[in-house]
């Protein structure tokens, strides 16, 4: 098992730094994308103008539907770890502990 995952991470790498989108079974697509400045003539084009390298991933319909309905709960605390506020994806409004 080990070996098929190790071969179908050198695929993905391989395919990916080729420029493809690779598909992620079940989950969506991958691909590096670059950000870079913007120049108003084409030949001031060179790899210098690169500010970052990134993974740019797009979630399947099916994982976008499932993230939409999953329950979520953030709990925020202050620097001696009171707990400040809570919210639920079935809060209105925030539940404050101070209230």
Known sequence: MKACWDAAGEV???WAT???SVALPGLGNMRFGLRSKA???VNDVKTGLISSRRIIFT???DLKDELA???IQITCYDKDGN???RVTSTSFFAERSDQ
Request: no cysteine; hydrophobic share 35%.
């Open 12 to 14: 993905i790498k391989a």
């Open 83 to 85: 707990i400040v506020r």
């Open 18 to 20: 080729e420029g493809h």
């Open 69 to 71: 309905n999953t329950s």
């Open 59 to 61: 979630p399947s319909v």
């Open 39 to 41: 120049v108003e003539n």
